[in-house]
């Protein structure tokens, strides 16, 4: 065995270094799973096993401390020998002293990871849908818990009461949702009677895990104390007092928070700055789950805990935003290290593999039976049963997160302390939880269809639903835009816009309700209590925007607007000929980055402004990938030409808009010599089209490309030098390689 001492500054800096590679690794992995339409969580464990201990992490580094590896826990991987110093067991392997360091900074990430999980809890979901919620919950609950426990009896030759048996059982409980949730919002289900009680069945999974979690944790105290290692009666007096005691902390920790929620939410809204009291909450959280663990619970059960107190208040969309970068930070190198734990040697013991696998049929079994045969007798059909017990399959970050609690908590077995999963066991966790992950999204997916799941159609008279129409995309993101303004202004708590799914939650104090953005409609979702306050909000909103509109007109027209815009830049280019040189080569970059070539069309065809827009537009179509949908592009064109005309001077239009038709920005070249007689600033015949096309939610050059067009065609000469180019080379070279003459 190697003995060796690091100073506290060289164990700073392998941790450092560690630190560093787990981080690109995880961020690696986790996009190349998502980019296979799995979820990143199986990237970053896989990450963790590739650069762990077991594989590239033991490669010999010629550096102090690094002689077995970045990651090479043991320097025997045979015999698991501790490298030196004070060690921490876990899953049969010694932590050195800066591995225990990584250790700890992976279970705060495990923390945080359960306060959030505690701040998304909807807990209105909860109180609506609880009878079936309830129902779903406890059937998958009970289900899974006597298939997992029950196969531990059968393969380790174990009662129930052993702690690798209830374990099993735990872990076999887990439900993460976040897949199911993600392909529920793919095929527009979330609000679907299964979906609806998948979620709300997930919250009591979560709920009654955590319970059991605490449980069995005090159990395997109180069975290790009991028996002291030795064999003997069990003191089932005590075992049962611990159980009550750990439900009795958790059960009155929730409800003393529950209560005082809003006092804490006043006090972080002394800090005015989300970011700072988003800090301060999670303070909290770590302070709670530090008084569990001192109680015999497990820290994340404490950071749940706070998390699912704070849920409720208009402060939890606020922490969520201020921690996320914290978040993305941790909470991937908490699953990196468990990757780092699992010793893929155990893989290739057939009796592992076997093991694993009948784990994972039991656990898709146990969710699909336990969580249906409820379903059924609360409306649900056979199929809509189906659909509900598909959905609760995933085990992701949850199991593991207890796995790690598993492997970290010692028992005792034939008078030894040991880790209650051990290396087999710990690999047989890792095999149910990829397997019940990946087979979860195929099989949901196969089973959402549009057929009804529901034997009867029921309406929530509780929830109401209050629309409004827009005309256009445009009006509506200035709504959207203005209305946002408006809630932060009266101190309303907001989710982050996410622009997939379109749903914005919004709450104060005792209001909340939701905003779902519908193609150009918004609908609000909310108690028939705050209706009115809906229709007053927007009401504001609409009243607002008039008087800004109606001040924008007093200020200039658009008409007016445009050509003093346009003569600036001509002046630009005439009077300031060394800033204009720098212009132009920015200018040119810009157009090539956007400018299809292909789409130059020398001799333009049409007659009118709208068949010109339709003929380059076709050709555009033709030519690029980028056109997502031809018919939206002309659409949002035209929507656009409403608003004011794009044609300018100079023979010069410059059609554009923003779009969902297109994937990114995308522009064409049509010319006319003879000119079309539309309703330019001077009157003159239009020319020269400049098409340019922008995805509505990028942050792409859109702006950019406008002014860039704008300034290469400014002056009179540079207009008609471009309707003598002969060839589509000449003029795509006008455009991305032009520089101004001298003298000019």
């Not at 406890?138 to 818990?145: Q, R």
């Not at 010692?410 to 087979?439: C, E, W, Y």
């Not at 044609?647 to 003879?674: K, Y």
Request: some cysteine.
């Amino acid at each position: 065995m190697l003995n060796f001492e690091l100073s506290t500054l060289q164990q700073t800096a392998v941790l450092a270094l560690q630190l560093g590679i787990i981080i690109f690794a995880a961020k690696f992995c986790g996009d190349l799973t998502k980019k296979l339409k799995m979820p990143s969580v199986l990237g970053e464990i896989a990450a963790g096993i590739i650069i762990g201990p077991y594989v590239l992490g033991a490669i010999p580094i010629p550096l102090h401390g690094l002689e077995h590896g970045l990651f090479g826990f043991a320097s025997n991987l045979g015999t698991f020998q501790p490298l030196h110093g004070a060690a921490v067991t876990l899953n049969n392997i010694s932590f050195s002293t800066y591995h225990s360091s990584l250790y700890a900074i992976a279970t705060l990430g495990s923390i945080l990871l359960l306060f959030i999980s505690g701040l998304e809890t909807d807990l209105r979901m909860f109180f609506r849908y609880s009878v079936v919620g309830t129902l779903v919950g406890i059937g998958g609950v009970i289900f899974s818990f006597l298939f997992g426990a029950g196969l531990g009896m059968f393969m380790l030759k174990a009662s129930i009461m052993d702690p690798r048996c209830m374990f099993l059982g735990i872990l076999c409980t887990a439900t993460s949702v976040g897949i199911t949730a993600r392909i529920l919002s793919e095929k527009k289900k979330v609000d679907s009677p299964e979906g609806v009680t998948i979620l709300a069945a997930a919250v009591i999974d979560d709920v009654l895990g955590i319970i059991c979690l605490a449980i069995v944790l005090g159990l395997t105290s109180a069975l290790t104390s009991a028996t002291g290692g030795a064999a003997g009666a069990v003191a089932w007096g005590k075992i049962g007092l611990i159980a009550l005691k750990c439900f009795g902390i958790w059960l009155g920790a929730t409800v003393l928070g529950l209560l005082v929620a809003r006092p804490l939410a006043k006090f972080l809204h002394l800090y005015h700055s989300p970011a700072v009291f988003g800090v301060l909450a999670f303070g909290l959280s770590l302070i709670l789950a530090g008084l569990f663990e001192q109680s015999g619970l497990a820290m994340i059960i404490g950071a749940y805990v706070m998390g699912l107190s704070l849920s409720k208040t208009d402060v939890s969309f606020a922490i969520q935003h201020a921690l996320h970068p914290i978040y993305n930070f941790m909470v991937p190198i908490f699953f990196v290290v468990m990757g780092m734990l699992v010793d893929i040697r155990v893989f290739a013991d057939m009796d592992v593999l076997k093991m694993g696998l009948l784990y994972s049929v039991l656990a898709v079994l146990a969710k699909v039976l336990g969580c249906a045969i409820p379903a059924l007798f609360m409306n649900f059909n056979v199929r809509g049963a189906l659909r509900v017990g598909v959905g609760m399959i995933p085990r992701g970050e949850v199991a593991l997160i207890i796995a790690s609690i598993g492997a970290s908590t010692m028992m005792m077995l034939n008078g030894q302390q040991v880790p209650i999963l051990d290396s087999k066991l710990f690999g047989v966790v890792i095999i149910m939880t990829l397997a019940t992950t990946v087979v979860a999204p195929p099989m949901l997916a196969a089973v959402l269809t549009d057929k009804k799941g529901v034997r009867k159609e029921t309406q929530d008279m509780t929830i109401v639903h209050t629309p409004f129409r827009f005309p256009s995309a445009f009006i509506s993101d200035i709504v959207l835009q203005r209305m946002i303004e408006i809630f932060e202004q009266e101190e309303y708590m907001l989710s982050t816009v996410d622009k997939s799914s379109g749903i914005i939650q919004i709450r104060k104090d005792n209001l909340s309700f939701a905003l779902m953005r519908e193609g150009n409609d918004f609908v609000f979702e909310s108690n028939p209590s705050e209706v009115p306050f809906i229709h007053a909000i927007m009401y504001e909103t609409f009243v607002d925007l008039h008087q800004t509109m109606g001040k924008l007109k007093e200020l200039s027209s658009p008409a007016q607007a445009q050509k003093e815009i346009f003569n600036a830049t001509a002046a630009v280019a005439t009077e300031q000929r060394s800033a204009a040189d720098k212009n132009n080569k920015v200018a040119c970059s810009i157009m090539e980055k956007a400018l299809c070539k292909e789409a130059i069309i020398m001799k333009l065809k049409a007659t009118t402004k709208e068949e010109v827009i339709k003929e380059m537009l076709d050709k555009l179509s033709a030519e690029s990938k980028d056109i997502l949908d031809k018919e939206k592009c002309y659409n949002d064109i035209l929507e656009r030409e409403k608003i004011i005309t794009t044609c300018m001077q100079n023979g010069v239009a410059i059609p554009h808009a923003r779009t969902e038709g297109v994937g990114d920005i995308v522009a064409a070249i049509g010319l006319n010599p003879a000119g079309y007689k539309f309703d330019s600033m001077d009157g003159k015949p239009t020319n020269i089209f400049v098409l340019c096309l922008s995805n509505k939610d990028s942050s792409g050059p859109h702006i950019e490309f406008i002014a860039a067009a704008a300034s290469l065609l400014a002056k009179t000469e540079d207009a008609e030098a471009l309707l003598k180019a002969k060839t589509v080379d000449d003029v795509y070279n006008f455009f991305t390689k032009k520089t101004p003459k001298k003298g000019a």
